[in-house]
């Protein structure tokens, strides 16, 4: 049986991966950054539910999270299908993750620069939102990106929960095949083919910043 005549089924599922890397991504980095602020906030109102909830999210393996949002939730009233389920539980994840990334970012802004704005009249909120956190912001670009990678490589655990990603294709093609070998060779050199160009990018871009501090 030609193997070439499922390469299809194959990039469907690809597309569904890559899909759900996006969605969970910069709906993540987005929810992240509010983590990250929150747990910075010196208000305890803030601060606190926002620590809760990096330290679940960096705490609890992606996998339990996708069975608590598909299996779970339907036990209180929620009920998600699998794609939604699976975004969802990805964002979590990645919010979670990336909160820490934006807030070592934060920190590694020299304080110097900010008691310089002070100086020079600023309020604090200015100097937060005009000096500390533009930096903050680039100084997190590498190691966000290299989470976007691991988080295009998360979306196989997706396949748990019904999704029809890439490495839910590849099973329903290997148990019609019976050639689990190369069906899942393949998979792994499509996940190589993208990972690796990324992890380059990221390593040539983080280069570059490191330059430009310079």
Do not use: C
């Amino acid at each position: 049986m030609n193997l070439a005549d499922y390469l299809p089924q194959l990039g469907q599922g690809l597309l569904v991966s890559l899909q759900l890397t996006v969605i969970s991504v910069v709906a993540g980095y987005a929810i992240g950054l509010a983590f990250a602020l929150g747990v910075a906030s010196r208000n305890p109102w803030l601060r606190w539910p926002a620590l809760v909830l990096v330290e679940v999210g960096r705490s609890i393996p992606a996998l339990v999270v996708l069975y608590i949002v598909y299996y779970g939730l339907p036990s209180v009233g929620i009920l998600l299908d699998s794609f939604p389920a699976a975004a969802a539980g990805l964002t979590f994840t990645a919010a979670a993750y990336s909160s820490e990334m934006f807030r070592a970012g934060i920190r590694s802004v020299p304080k110097g620069q900010t008691e310089a704005a002070l100086a020079l009249g600023l309020s604090r909120r200015s100097v937060f939102g005009r000096v500390v956190l533009p930096q903050g912001l680039r100084s997190a670009i590498p190691p966000l990106m290299g989470l976007a990678i691991q988080s295009f490589q998360g979306t196989s655990l997706a396949y748990s929960i019904s999704v029809n990603e890439l490495m839910s294709q590849a099973y329903q093609i290997s148990a019609v095949t019976f050639q689990y070998l190369q069906v899942y060779a393949i998979t792994g050199l499509i996940y190589v083919i993208i990972a690796v160009p990324s992890t380059w990018a990221s390593v040539y871009v983080e280069h570059r910043l490191a330059r430009g501090q310079a």
